[in-house]
Every structure is written in structure tokens, then in C-alpha cells.
């Protein structure tokens, strides 16, 4: 056994207690036991995470897909590995994930630890991790009630960066906040080397549009979505960085995946749209510096499943079920842009609540573009959630015909619905508490085999 602090050993031995407990009675618990943990030793993350390799990935939109997919890499390249995929990305949630994991035997092996982590939680976990690599998947407004505005959420982040200046930094190169932060932290950037549309100019309810050095409005050689993209100021100079990891060409797109060369050589990405381009860019990006094959990698994101409520397809009563997590313009905007490449009939469902997990404040639903969706060919309208009235006017305010409305007051009435549709597919977007009731309520009705 190794040696520790009779503290730090209450605190372990409690917390797994609890964790067994917990899955036992409510079929998780993935933040209590992480609570418990640091009553008992606060200082207990040092000793748990002591014999780890750690790479966070934290930024606004992506996360837990891009923890995915570099977990599944690793994993692949048979390196012993542990991730939080339950989504569990608070301080206390990422405490529970290594004490989960924690064994007393004696091991010299060194292990890695893919680790998800709240923008707002970074400075707390790198107070006793220096992780050998942070990565920043992009800034966009997001529970403005919480973070305040895309500046706020990168003032965060770095407040954890700044304590680890050793570990390096894996930055998305497209994102205009990442390009000049004065850290002496090892830099390397991923970001698109070619256009996937002739957008050039940004939308007025994009983020980030002004050069951070001069206060200029950006230009841009190309957009990939929301601020995005190839940017540069014409004013003072400054520009996007130069990229080591870069999509050099776009194949296809498609809704199951997409087909994209990466450095030169053709990767299949086993997840649609623009944004899960980015995410595997990402995962490639880490994976290279950790020294994993090419072939490794191909394999994997050829093959990686999707996050719960990601993407995630389900089979309910021979309907195709897609649930979508939508949270924020940017994200909704590309989960219309995905549907959009659908040329089936299909029926939609939206879900919006406005619980603390969510953001209270909605009125960003007015920033989507769901106009986009009138020209779709689509059968049935269902709407749900906490603000199902606050989404219905949104939706009939951009055209969609109010007469294919469902308003379903609960899960029960919207799987009647889902289960009555016509067409090929039914699509939910759904923002985060939505989803996470929507699978607890499929999991008890048998349509989904475990919650996480």
C-alpha cells in the first residue's frame, strides 16, 4: 500500500463508499462523492492525481465529444487511460473521477488522465495538477448569467493557465481570443487551412468580432461558423497564427460524418458538422504531440461513438431518434446546419429549459438562426421543456408553421409523439437539463441502456 495520509485515506475510502452507494440506489452520483472527498482532505486531488499524465480540455462548445474522441485515441494506442465521460467537468465531479479510479496497490506505471473541466473550474483543479497539456476548444457566449461575455470565460481559463506555465498549450487557431495571450506556456495551433463555405463576412450576433490589440472590426479570408475562421486586422496587423495541425481539405459532409484531409492525409470523422470537424482536429492535434500513429488515430475517429445526448442515435419503436445538445447561438446555429444537409422527411423537437445548469436567461434562442429551417421538408413540430411557450413564439416568429406545433407539457406526452411520427427521423434539440430528463426518462422506459 502506498504510503498517505490517514486524512487523505478517510477521504478515499468514504468517497468510493459513497460512489457504490449512489449507483446502487440512484443510478449515478458523480458530484456528491467529490463533495464528501474534500471535506475530508482538501488538499486530496494532489495525492489521487499524483501519478498522472493530465490533459484538460475545457473552452465554450465541444468538450465532452473532443474528451471523447481523445480518450478513445489514447486508449487505442493501449496507454492505461481514465476520463470523466459522464460529463462531470466541476472541480468536485473531476475529484470523484480520480478517486474512482484510485487504487492502493503500488504501481510505478505511469497512467493518462483525459480529463473534461468547466472554464470557470480550471483555476481550481491546476492548484495541485500541473497537467502536461491544456487544450481550448473556442469562447462563445454562454449562460450569460453565469459567465458574462466570451472576454469574462477567457479571464477564467487563464487564471488557471497562468499557475502552470510547463504545461503546454494545444489552442484552436480560428478562435481570434487564443491568438495573443502573452503566456510563456508552449503554444501549438489547430484551425481550418481551407474554406467549407464562400462566407466571408460575420454575423451581426457573432462573438468576438473585434481585434483584441486594436478594438478594429475583423476581416476574414474565410468563416467557418460564428467568429470562426481565417481572421485578420486590417488596422494594426494582427492576425490569425500560424497553424501546425490545419484542414486542408473538405470531402464531404454529410449528416453521419465527414471526410476531410488533416495535414495532408484523408481522416473519415465518425460525427456530422462543421463543429465535430474542429473537435477531431483537436483529438488529432493531442494525439500527435503524444507521439500516437496516424493509423491509430484514423482508426479511431472513424469509429469513436458519440458522447451521451451528442449526436447520440436511438432506435424508439423503429424510429430513428437523433438527440442534439444545443446550448448556445454558436452551437444551435451548427446543429441547424447539420440538420440541414438532411433531405428526408423529418420531424423536429425542441426542448429548452432555463434551470441554473442551463442559464437562466434565454433570450439567446433570438440569436439562432432558425429561420434556416423553413425550407426544410418537415412533418411534425414538437415542443417541450420548461420555456416550451418562450421557444414556440421563437419559432413561429421565423416562419415555421404554427399549425405543426405540438406543445408536450412533459416526457411522457413528447415519446407519444415521437412515437406517433411519419418520415425518416426525428431530430431533438435539446439544451442541457432537457436532455439529461429526456435520456433518465428513455433509460427507465428501456430505450437507452445506461444513463452516462
Known amino acids: 500500500m502506498l504510503e498517505i495520509k490517514i486524512q487523505s485515506l478517510l477521504s478515499i475510502l468514504v468517497s468510493k463508499f459513497i460512489m457504490k452507494l449512489s449507483k446502487v440506489l440512484f443510478k449515478g452520483g458523480t458530484n456528491f462523492p467529490g463533495k464528501i472527498a474534500l471535506k475530508l482532505d482538501r488538499d486530496i486531488l494532489k495525492t489521487i492525481a499524483n501519478n498522472y499524465d493530465v490533459i484538460l480540455i475545457t473552452g465554450t462548445n465541444g468538450k465532452t465529444t473532443t474528451t471523447s474522441m481523445i480518450y478513445s485515441i489514447i486508449k487505442a494506442s493501449n496507454k492505461p487511460v481514465i476520463t470523466n465521460n459522464t460529463g462531470a467537468n466541476m472541480y468536485t465531479g473531476i475529484v470523484a473521477c480520480f478517486i474512482s479510479n484510485y487504487s492502493f496497490k503500488k504501481s510505478n506505471e505511469r497512467k493518462v488522465a483525459v480529463i473534461e473541466i468547466d472554464e470557470a473550474n480550471v483555476k481550481f483543479v491546476t492548484d495541485y495538477i500541473a497537467p502536461k497539456i491544456i487544450t481550448i476548444t473556442n469562447l ?15 479571464k477564467k481559463i487563464i487564471e488557471g493557465v497562468e499557475k502552470i506555465p510547463s504545461s503546454t498549450l494545444i489552442l484552436n487557431g480560428d478562435e481570434s481570443l487564443l491568438g495573443n495571450l502573452n503566456l510563456p506556456n508552449p503554444i501549438i495551433y489547430y484551425g481550418f487551412g481551407t474554406k467549407v463555405n464562400d462566407n466571408k463576412i460575420v454575423d451581426i450576433n457573432a462573438d468576438a468580432k473585434f481585434c483584441t490589440i486594436c478594438k478594429a472590426p475583423y476581416e476574414y479570408n474565410f468563416i467557418t461558423y460564428n467568429h470562426l475562421g481565417d481572421f485578420y486586422c486590417s488596422k494594426c496587423g494582427y492576425k490569425r497564427p500560424a497553424l501546425t495541425y490545419s484542414i486542408d481539405k473538405v470531402v464531404e459532409l454529410s449528416t453521419s460524418g465527414s471526410t476531410v484531409h488533416i495535414n495532408n492525409k484523408e481522416y473519415y470523422i465518425n460525427q456530422p458538422g462543421t463543429y465535430n470537424i474542429y473537435n ?5 492535434s493531442v494525439a500527435k504531440v503524444l507521439g500516437i500513429s496516424d493509423n491509430t488515430i484514423e482508426t479511431s475517429l472513424k469509429t469513436v461513438a458519440s458522447s451521451f445526448g451528442r449526436q447520440e442515435t436511438l432506435n424508439i419503436e423503429g424510429i430513428e ?7 448556445n447561438p454558436a452551437g444551435y ?32 434562442i433570438w440569436d439562432v438562426n432558425f429561420e434556416r429551417l423553413t425550407s426544410l421538408n418537415i412533418n411534425k413540430i414538437m415542443i417541450s421543456g420548461i420555456r416550451l411557450y418562450d421557444m414556440a413564439i421563437r419559432l413561429k416568429v421565423a416562419g415555421l408553421p404554427a399549425e405543426a406545433f405540438l406543445l408536450c407539457k412533459d416526457d411522457g406526452s413528447l415519446l407519444d409523439e415521437i412515437k406517433a411520427c411519419d418520415g425518416e427521423v426525428v431530430y431533438v434539440l ?12 428513455l433509460h427507465a422506459k428501456g430505450y437507452i441502456d445506461k444513463i452516462w
Open 140 to 154: 462563445f457566449r454562454d449562460q450569460l448569467d453565469r459567465y458574462g461575455e466570451v472576454y469574462t470565460t477567457l
Open 430 to 441: 435539446a439544451t442541457y437539463t432537457a436532455m439529461i430528463n429526456l435520456r433518465k426518462f
Open 280 to 284: 477531431a482536429l483537436c483529438a488529432y
Open 333 to 364: 446555429d451548427e446543429a441547424v446546419n447539420t440538420i440541414h444537409l438532411d433531405k428526408r422527411k423529418i420531424n423536429l423537437s425542441l426542448l429548452l429549459n432555463d434551470n441554473y445548469a442551463d442559464g437562466k436567461d434565454v433570450s439567446w
Open 321 to 327: 431518434v437523433k438527440i442534439i445538445l444545443v446550448k
